[in-house]
């Protein structure tokens, strides 16, 4: 790559807010913020066993409301918006599907809802929280590896609760590679630059094919019925949820109930921007719950898959040039991603409808989700409707037909 053009990628990674090495993960989070906070992190680091014992509802109410000024760089922001997001989650969900909280106390609310607005994320545990943000090594010379990594914050569910969103990290810092092919066709795009196109294209599908074998390390490291029975409701909001039909209050900040969706993978930029790159159409229901899973997203993460959906299309670009090689470059990523959502498909089938299956026959072991939100996912969709639709729109756009020619226009 020569210097002009490492120079506008290193530009765009800035622009973008993103990692080469770790794509939309946040790079070095901190895990401690000034003593003043002291309260809300003894809190996040004890939440599980505060959660079990039944005392996190108490000691919330006991809190005092802080001020927020003193938060003074965006990682402080951050790490702040991922403990008030685990301990709201907690709060909430504390007593399990059948006494959920439908006020948020403003000790709680009140910050919350500041930093939020700072930050530019609605004042929930987003998937930027709880996945790009919830993360740190062991050993800090040491590989980022499943072995050496660690949560800053976990909710119950023990070594199933570290698995799940260790391996969504992992399977985030897979698409790093892929995300920096995006930016390469992008840019190749625009110059109509045949051979960038298709090298940034065989990127972005080795990194689809590595996402998808990443994700395979979920069935090592998380227990079915451990996710579904006890983690799964953490990650519930209070939109379009049965077990909170009428919102959640937040005690300070409005008179009113507020809906707002739970931590969801389509939160994730990395899919949204290879989804825009590649121009899978999402419609209908399916589309309009994508785009508003953007507000869920950090600003420079939402606007650049903004920025790939405005054009210059790489679809309506192949179509016109009668490139081969151009063309199955295309279709192999278009595959890759269609292999990855199959593959999420039946991921979601192994630990959610199976064990929702079992429990309505058996009954749950633990206070958790158990069958309430079996075909809901946790931003509100209605789960398996939407997660083949969005596979059954990427298949579409397999199919390229390039404009018929006449003979006329040819002579």
């Known amino acids: 790559m020569d210097t002009h053009s490492r120079e506008k990628l290193q530009a765009d990674f800035d622009t973008f807010d993103i990692s080469e090495e770790l794509g939309f993960l946040l790079e070095e989070p901190l895990t401690n913020l000034p003593d003043y906070y002291k309260v809300w992190m003894d809190l996040a680091y004890d939440l599980d066993h505060l959660i079990e014992s039944r005392k996190l509802r108490d000691l919330v109410r006991k809190m005092p409301v802080l001020s927020t000024h003193l938060l003074s760089n965006h990682r402080e922001l951050r790490l702040a918006h991922l403990a008030l997001g685990f301990i709201s989650m907690g709060y909430v969900w504390q007593e399990g599907q059948h006494a959920p909280a439908e006020i948020l106390p403003k000790a709680l609310a009140w910050p919350f809802w500041l930093i ?14 709880c996945v790009l943000a919830n993360w740190k090594l062991k050993d800090p010379s040491g590989e980022m590896e499943a072995g050496n990594m660690d949560l800053i914050f976990s909710f119950p569910g023990g070594e ?12 985030e810092m897979a698409a790093s590679s892929g995300i920096t092919g995006v930016l390469e066709v992008m840019h190749a795009t625009k110059i109509s630059d045949l051979i960038g196109i298709q090298k940034g294209l065989a990127k972005v599908t080795q990194s689809l094919k590595k996402m998808k074998e990443t994700f395979k390390l979920m069935h090592n490291h ?5 996710f579904h029975g006890k983690l799964r409701i953490f ?22 109930p507020i809906f707002i969706s739970g931590g969801s993978a389509a939160q994730s930029s990395a899919i949204q921007c290879f989804d825009a790159l590649l121009c899978i159409q999402h419609e209908d229901e399916t589309g309009a719950f994508l785009t508003r899973m953007r507000d869920y997203m950090p600003p420079a993460h939402r606007h650049l898959i903004e920025a790939l959906s405005v054009g210059p299309y790489l679809r309506d670009f192949i179509q016109s040039h009668p490139s081969p090689d151009l063309c199955q470059a295309y279709k192999s990523c278009v595959s890759a ?3 990855l959502r199959n593959y999420h498909l039946n991921t979601v089938t192994k630990y959610i409808i199976v064990p929702g299956n079992k429990n309505r026959a058996l ?28 596979r059954n729109n990427t298949q579409k756009a397999q199919i390229l037909r390039r404009p018929v020619v ?3 226009a040819e002579m």
Not at 160 to 171: A, T
């Open 235 to 256: 990650l519930s909001g209070w939109r379009d949820n049965p077990l909170l039909p009428r919102g959640l209050l937040y005690e300070g900040v409005s008179d009113e």
């Open 222 to 226: 998380v227990d079915p019925t451990v």
């Open 116 to 129: 939020s607005r700072r930050l530019c994320l609605p004042p929930i545990l987003t998937y930027a929280d």
């Open 406 to 408: 006449s003979r006329e």
């Open 160 to 171: 199933s609760c570290r698995g799940f969103f260790i391996v969504s990290q992992l399977v």
């Open 337 to 339: 991603l269609v292999d």
């Open 363 to 390: 009954g749950c072991p633990f206070r958790g989700v158990c069958t309430a939100l079996d075909k809901t996912g946790a931003g509100g969709s209605v789960i398996m409707v939407f997660l083949k639709s969005v």
